[in-house]
């Protein structure tokens, strides 16, 4: 996650922020006209929110943050596999698609940072991302199969300019 922020009064912050991560991937069985698909997907999700920050007075070394924003996310998942027929000839063909769109999000979370010096902090966050993503086409048939809220933490450091 990167994020940058600045204080509009000291007890409250906005800014933008873009959570990354890996794919994830697995593998799924799809119905198809005829016969089923089955494929090895990977999706990755992309998330771009405006956030206000919460500040808790500090104690000490140590500050809580609550984040509340919203924004958009590009969700891409890329299936390939195999077609099996379930009528004669039973046969095999290759099967290849992507998938992409981009949805309303929003997002919510904690950062707890430890300051080192005035201007560094270990810096460990949390977020929690809702999708605007109901993943279903309109005849029902799930579209990609991945869940529509994403939990992502992690541990880093914070440079105050």
Do not use: C
């Amino acid at each position: 996650m990167i994020f940058v922020d600045a204080s509009v009064i000291p007890a409250i912050g906005i800014g933008g922020e873009v959570s990354l991560a890996g794919d994830i991937s697995g593998t799924q069985q799809e119905r198809a006209f005829g016969g089923s698909n089955d494929l090895v997907s990977r999706h990755h999700d992309t998330v771009f929110s405006g956030v206000v920050k919460f500040k808790a007075p500090p104690a000490g070394p140590f500050q809580i943050v609550a984040v509340a924003g919203t924004g958009v996310a590009w969700r891409q998942t890329n299936r390939a596999g195999t077609f099996r027929s379930y009528l004669p000839p039973f046969i095999s063909t290759p099967v290849a698609e992507t998938l992409s769109n981009i949805v309303f999000a929003a997002s919510g979370g904690l950062d707890g940072a430890i300051a080192l010096h005035q201007r560094l902090a270990i810096l460990a966050l949390v977020r929690v991302h809702l999708l605007g993503d109901k993943d279903r086409l309109p005849d029902g048939v799930v579209r990609s199969g991945v869940s529509s809220v994403i939990v992502r933490y992690g541990v880093g450091a914070q440079v105050r300019f």
